[in-house]
């Protein structure tokens, strides 16, 4: 569904993502992981043409160069790293937002959407600026959902969560991994393999590793390696 081949970017002439390609299948979680600063935002960013990059990028069939609307429409949605919400707005205008950009395609209702995230229902009408980190991490990933997405690409949904939350938060995505196509970066490595069946490790702007979930789970040290732990 998504194939991305020997895609580069670079920021004032200093390599950020060095030639990476990828490919996630229709129906697929697919994982990609790596420490800070390894190039996954930067390769989200070029996917759905949000920095200028080379390389090709294919969806669905379709070659894009730079073309964050035609991707859109074309059902691939990303939620970037920091959610991005409509601040002034409240958790359920967002939501409508999205909605509002399905352009025909079929997806979860509004209702369908607060049945896999309950905790906003009584936040439904709360300013999105005053909901917790956790909470507009479910409205970002909520309203996403609600454009009716063939493909989500997430960018940390972990990032400056309790675990408790992550934990939250990840099986909400369980729920909606059979009916989209996912590719998900992470630095929790534990709860993205949980999710994905697949994964792509990276560091200094290259893909590193490419294995099953299962393999990777029963590699602690050596992901521990790449992601820089100790
Ligand atoms: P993180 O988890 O910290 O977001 P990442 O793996 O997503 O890390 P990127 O955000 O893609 O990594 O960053 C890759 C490299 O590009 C880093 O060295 C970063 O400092 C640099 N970089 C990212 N965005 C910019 C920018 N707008 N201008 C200049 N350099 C940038």
Redesign the pocket.
């Known amino acids: 569904m998504l194939k991305i081949e020997n895609v580069r970017v670079s920021?004032?002439g200093i390599d950020?993502v060095h030639g990476v390609s990828l490919e996630v299948s229709e129906g697929e979680a697919v994982a990609l992981l790596?420490p800070?600063?390894?190039?996954?935002?930067?390769t989200l960013k070029a996917i759905v043409g949000a920095v200028a990059s080379t390389g090709r990028i294919e969806f669905d069939g379709g070659v894009y160069r730079r073309q964050p609307d035609a991707l859109a429409r074309a059902g691939l949605m990303l939620v970037p790293?920091g959610r991005h919400l409509f601040k002034s707005m409240t958790a359920h205008e967002n939501i409508q937002v999205g909605e509002s950009a399905r352009r025909g395609r079929s997806g979860p209702s509004v209702d369908d959407i607060y049945e896999l995230f309950p905790a906003l229902v009584p936040l439904r009408d709360r300013a999105s600026w005053a909901l917790s980190g956790g909470e507009q991490q479910m409205v970002a990933v909520g309203r996403a959902l609600a454009g009716g997405p063939r493909m989500l690409l997430l960018d940390?949904p972990s990032m400056g969560l309790a675990p408790l939350v992550i934990s939250d938060m990840y099986k909400s995505l369980a729920q909606i991994r059979d009916s989209v196509t996912i590719l998900c970066?992470e630095?929790n490595t534990q709860a993205a393999l949980k999710l994905c069946q697949r994964a792509y490790v990276m560091a200094n702007g290259e893909i590193q590793l490419e294995a099953t979930a299962a393999e990777l789970a029963g590699q602690k040290r050596l992901m521990d390696s790449y992601m820089g732990r100790k």
């Open positions: 920021y004032n950020a790596g800070n600063g390894a190039g996954k935002s930067s790293e940390e970066v630095q």
